[in-house]
């Protein structure tokens, strides 16, 4: 019994010194994990400068047309800021360019020089990032070069392209360029369908009359007819023509109108009165259709070969 004792009491102790570690100083599973996030510290300048520097496109949805972030651009270089590229070679398809320009005083300034229509509204600088309404709604955008300091101020633009869009400049560097963020905004004929392209063209069907190789006799009249698909995306009217194009004219005229309308996708049949050479012979003649300015299209790639019509003259 003695002995029976012992054991429980030594159980006991050695329960009550487990419960003592689990209760004891530790890291506890209930314990709250801080949420707390350090503060984003600003960038610092860097030390060297892209060579070749590129548009980081900002994804700020569909409102967008485009936009950049931090951007730098060199001197001697020009923005297209309706599509974000940078071009060192040429000014054509840019909206402005930056370069310093030094006053009577010898202080060096920045030169923005709007190109290709493009302009700025300088006569109101935003502390704060404006609306697109507001850069909308202003009066007085230049189209001349301006010299100034905007750094750190918002600007309004109007490109090219007349879309609308807000500029930052900053961190200038007086020997080298500017670095920037734009905001272009897409204008209503950004969301207009476009214009479908008009041209005219021809696809060959079938030979309805004369086929390849036909014999006449000398002087034998005959009406040669083919069948053609408008497969341009202009409509035809009876101002368009068949017009002979070289080879054997055949006695066939220089030219004669269509008889009806063709819409794309329609099939009109052409039959052009003829009269066989009086030389036994292979002949051959090629025509074309010429539209209402006075051009002339086919069938083939390009709508640029002619259909024909070829004959035997035999002396039987």
């Not at 689990?22 to 599973?29: A, E, N, Y």
């Not at 209930?30 to 949420?35: A, G, I, N, R």
């Not at 950049?68 to 599509?83: A, E, N, R, T």
Request: aromatic share 12%; hydrophobic share 30%; glycine share 8%.
């Amino acid at each position: 019994m003695r002995k029976i004792r012992e054991i429980l009491f030594y159980l006991f102790c050695l329960a009550i010194s487990i419960s003592l570690v689990s209760c004891g100083p530790g890291k506890s599973t209930d314990s709250p994990v801080s949420t707390d996030i350090p503060p984003t510290l600003p960038p610092s300048n860097p030390t060297t400068r892209p060579t070749e520097p590129a548009s980081q496109t900002v994804d700020v949805g569909p409102i967008l047309f485009n936009a950049g972030s931090d951007v730098f651009l060199p001197y001697q270089s020009c923005i297209d800021l309706d599509f974000g590229k940078i071009n060192a070679e040429s000014q054509s398809a840019c909206d402005f360019s930056a370069q310093p320009a030094e006053n009577e005083a010898g202080r060096i300034y920045l030169q923005l020089n709007p190109l290709t229509s493009s302009a700025f509204a300088f006569d109101t600088l935003f502390q704060e990032p404006p609306s697109i309404e507001q850069c909308k709604e202003l009066q007085g955008y230049l189209s001349t070069p301006v010299v100034g300091n905007p750094v750190e101020n918002y600007i309004c633009y109007r490109t090219s392209d007349s879309r609308y869009g807000i500029l930052y400049l900053k961190d200038w560097d007086t020997d080298n360029g500017i670095t920037l963020t734009w905001l272009t905004y897409p204008n209503e004929s950004d969301f207009s369908p476009t214009e479908e392209t008009l041209y005219d063209a021809a696809t060959f069907i079938a030979d309805l009359t004369v086929l390849d190789g036909s014999p006449f006799s000398p002087g034998e009249t005959f009406s040669k007819g083919w069948r053609l698909r408008n497969s341009g995306t202009t409509t035809w009217d009876t101002d368009y023509r068949l017009v002979y194009l070289s080879g054997s004219q055949m006695g066939g005229p220089l030219e004669q109108p269509l008889p009806i309308q063709v819409s794309p996708d329609d099939s009109i049949d052409i039959y052009v009165n003829l009269t066989a050479p009086d030389q036994p012979g292979e002949y051959t003649g090629h025509w074309m259709l010429k539209n209402s300015s006075g051009e002339t299209f086919g069938i083939g790639v390009g709508a640029q070969q002619s259909f024909y019509v070829n004959i035997l003259v035999t002396d039987q």
